[in-house]
């Protein structure tokens, strides 16, 4: 679904936004991102949508390379990797049924198909009877609705969400959640960026990958494949789930098996339950 | 897949003009003002034309002036005249040549100088001589031409004397030639102020759009799908700035000839021409805006 191999982000800084980062997400996969401000969470995720490249190491995301895949070809994998953002990014004064028909409109969708299925995404997202409503009259997760409805116009195969509760209250982050709770039980992998450690420990079974000045410091994915060795239980649950290195120890260090097997490649995470 | 595909490009180009006529329904003002802007900018290339198109026409008609004539030796024979004219219109930049005889310079001075009409009435014998007057083509009316047609006409033996105005020719073209540099650098500077102006004006309607253009790339809008619309919205505008510098000129052009002095209003390909450039830079303009967003992102 979606690979970093090696990934190092340089931008005119001393230290790289990213080094050597290496993990594997495979379809259907719920994960966390997380890590301080500044610890590469963003760079990774637009890195994910081709927004722009690494400077070494190579990123496959359904099917695409970043080495091979064209800037004129990216919009290809735009269409399977849906993108929610923490300001949402909507065209303001115009309804949530236009905002999302705008999405189906640009990926080509039949005309006679764009409104019905625009009104069914948003039925999706919980936002039918608000269909009509301007996004400027919408409260914060309702317009984050509207985006999540947007990404999913595709159909994509991978969610990326960078921060997407970061300007929501509590209930309406939880609301956020559960939705991307269901759309990954459709079969959806989501990869939602997040310094909410609260949030995630709502989620255990989720696994969580935890970037420290743009090191991969810890892989529960990678645990999770420890564990299956030792024949414990696949499925990680709440006690499974292992804490960010972030909480474990005050020197930032962690105890958590490299997301690298022997050879040097990222080891495919297990996938999760539904 | 093949068979969808001219269905697509149909959807496409409806998609593009329903796009571009929302975009102006929707920020009318912003569309406005940069129809405006590049309304402006052209009328002052519009303005410069009209003056450097009369300038043009004035020193045209300053030039028909310009002729060598040769004056005739009063005993010239008929046939050595005709044989003389023959000779001259020969020369490639020889117009027409013209015989004037004795009776009718005379006739020519009392109709333009009359106020030697009581000289001239009171003369017993017609001094003024027969001469040859000759026309040069419009690309031939210099100071250099004219010497060496009338060094030429100098070698007829029935020729007295030739005169061509030498001082004003070499002052008309020494203007003629001042006229076209400062046309040139002049026009130059305008039409690349207009292209910058024109430049600047769509690109901040399009930067006041660029959340959307994002948008449209991370939804996986084609990079041609993005640009279609903004380009022809570009054009639109161009359209509309052109037609307005058009409409401005020739209203300025009405007013002075109306009011002020006579003018001859450019020639419509000018116009056409302008319009058209309008077209162009808003396309050029537009096209490199979307282009500098989509690599943003």
Known sequence: MIKFIHVTKEYARPEPALKDVSFHLVKGQFSFLTGHSGSGKSTALRLAHLAERPTHGEIRASGFSSLRTSRRDVWKLRRKVGYVFQDFRLLPGRSALENVSFALKVIGSPKNQILPRAQRLLGQVGLAPKAGSSVDELSGGEQQRVAIARALASEPLLLLADEPT????????????????????????????????????????????????????????????????QGESSRPGPAASPEPASERNSAGETNSTSALDSTGEPEPAQQREI | MSQNRPNNERSDVLYTIRETLIAFKRVPLLTGLSAAMVGLALFVVGLFGLATHNLRLYLETIEERVEVVAYLRDDASTADIAAMEAALTMLPEVLAVDFVTKAEALEKAYSELPEFNEILTDLEVNPLPASIEIQLHPGSRTAATADRIAQQATLHPIVEEVQYGEEWVDKLSTLRRMGFVTTTVLGTAFAVVAALIIGTAVRIAIFARREEIKIMQLVGARDSFVHLPFLLEGGITGALGGALAVALTYTTFWSVFNYLFTISWIPWEWAGLGMSAGIVFGVLSSGYAVRKHLREV
């Not at chain 1, 997040?194 to 989720?206: I, K, V």
């Open chain 1, 166 to 229: 970061g300007n929501l209250d509590e209930r309406a982050t939880q609301g956020i959640l559960d939705l991307f709770w269901e759309i990954n039980a459709l079969g959806m992998a989501v990869l939602m960026a997040t310094h909410d450690l609260e949030l995630m420990r709502r989620y255990p079974t989720a696994r969580v990958l935890e970037l420290d000045q743009g090191h991969l410091v810890c892989d529960s994915g990678a645990i999770e494949h420890v564990e299956r060795d």
